[in-house]
């Protein structure tokens, strides 16, 4: 099961398209595996986009993504917390 909420800014900032996503999921592993009980799994995470539109070359403009999320458990060997930046290319169209 997974929520996501997406805002877009309806014009640009310093130049920018910019988006914020925040979501939420939460996954159930039944079952009995060599002795270890089911587990559940909650994540959050939020994400931050800015599209450089003023940037375009052949129909792709550059994008940066910061995301950061967590992951809660009832295992804690499966708990995480995850911060990253990615820096790409999006088609314009």
């Not at 809660?72 to 820096?87: A, N, P």
């Given at each position: 099961?997974?929520?996501?909420a997406r805002l877009s800014v309806g014009r640009p900032v310093l130049g920018?398209?910019?988006?914020?996503?925040?979501?939420?999921?939460?996954?159930?592993?039944?079952?009995?595996?060599?002795?270890?009980?089911?587990?559940?799994?909650?994540?959050?995470?939020?994400?931050?986009?800015?599209?450089?539109?003023?940037?375009?070359?052949?129909?792709?403009?550059?994008?940066?993504?910061?995301?950061?999320?967590?992951?809660?458990?009832?295992?804690?060997?499966?708990?995480?917390?995850?911060?990253?930046?990615?820096?790409?290319?999006?088609?314009?169209?």
């Amino acid at each position: 099961v997974e929520a996501v909420a997406r805002l877009s800014v309806g014009r640009p900032v310093l130049g920018m398209e910019v988006s914020l996503d925040i979501s939420a999921a939460g996954e159930r592993y039944d079952g009995v595996f060599f002795g270890m009980a089911g587990r559940e799994d909650n994540e959050f995470a939020v994400e931050l986009t800015a599209d450089l539109p003023t940037v375009e070359y052949y129909g792709f403009i550059p994008s940066v993504t910061l995301r950061a999320s967590r992951t809660d458990s009832t295992i804690t060997r499966y708990e995480t917390e995850k911060l990253g930046v990615e820096i790409g290319w999006r088609s314009a169209f």
